[in-house]
């Protein structure tokens, strides 16, 4: 499903026109990203968590060259589905 699909299934299930799904959708990715780039985390109680993880340092190969590569510490998304989400991938 692409972000095209999610507006028009957002569309559906909440009887909002696909401009106002647009808008809603576009809030939403807005605020959570704007909470993980303060560091915050944010609960969906049911549905996940989403939280910043920091990545330590470390060395990799780099597969066309074979030769050993320094790679940087960075800060990266993570996801954790709650339990009803859990319970409907089953």
């Known amino acids: 499903m692409n972000k095209a699909d999610l507006i028009n299934a957002i569309s559906e299930k909440a009887g909002l026109s696909k401009v106002d799904s647009k808008k809603a959708l576009d809030g939403f990715i807005g605020a959570v990203s704007g909470a993980l780039a303060s560091g915050d985390k944010v ?48």
């Open 43 to 90: 609960s969906l109680v049911g549905f996940g968590s989403f939280s910043v993880s920091e990545r330590a340092a470390r060395t990799g190969i780099n597969p066309a060259t074979k030769k050993s590569i320094n790679i940087p510490a960075k800060k990266v998304a993570k996801f954790k589905a709650g339990a009803e989400l859990a319970d409907v991938i089953k």
